[in-house]
């Protein structure tokens, strides 16, 4: 009679999947830059498994290459065209509408949570203050926003986390890795 044995390295192997499996996957936000015209796409994705707290996004555009602000009205230092910000996905998610002001280079936007693969977008019109771009000041080229920072300050009163952070790169993204799954 044969008996079957499961293999020392087996049964090792299939603790280590097991304990993979039953710890939350590591989070990660990606926040992208979208030109389009004549309204620019910010979106923020959840790009890990597992649910993420409440939040502050602050977006600041100070640090881009292209000296990009926000074009929010007829009357500012933007070019020709304007949007104002308009929230265009995850409305739940997101208590407040930020007040962005014409020519201003940041927005501050409270979240009440990410789930796994959940996206918050907002449009708005981003110009630059480059005299010499090809593409004009009304459009933005994905290097111009390089340098731009990410920062993302969890509001869990249970622990004191420092704000995570991050720069846009060349292809217009910036990926924050997170750390305080919520489930």
Do not use: W
Not at 16 to 40: C, H, I, N, R, Y
Not at 45 to 58: E, F, P
Not at 62 to 69: H, N, R, V, Y
Not at 91 to 97: F, L, W, Y
């Amino acid at each position: 009679m044969t008996t079957h044995r499961p293999s020392v390295i087996r049964v090792c192997a299939l603790v280590l999947v097991m304990a993979g499996t039953a710890s939350a996957a590591p989070a990660q936000v990606l926040v992208t830059f979208q030109e389009s015209a004549p309204k620019d796409r910010f979106e923020i994705r959840n790009t890990g498994g597992c649910a993420l707290g409440a939040m502050k996004l602050t977006l600041d555009l100070a640090e881009s290459l292209g000296g990009l602000i926000f074009d929010t009205s007829a009357r500012g230092p933007g070019v020709e065209v304007y949007q104002p910000f308009e929230l265009v996905e995850g409305a739940t998610r997101v208590p407040d509408i930020p007040a962005v002001r014409d020519g201003g280079r940041s927005i501050e936007l409270a979240m009440s949570g990410l789930a796994p693969r959940e996206v918050v977008a907002f449009t708005i019109d981003v110009d630059d203050t480059l005299t010499s771009n090809p593409l004009g000041q009304t459009r933005v080229a994905g290097s111009e926003i390089m340098g731009a920072a990410v920062a993302i300050d969890f509001l869990d009163d249970s622990t004191a986390l420092p704000p995570v952070t991050a720069r846009f790169e060349g292809n217009a993204m910036a990926e924050l890795p997170v750390s305080n799954c919520i489930s």
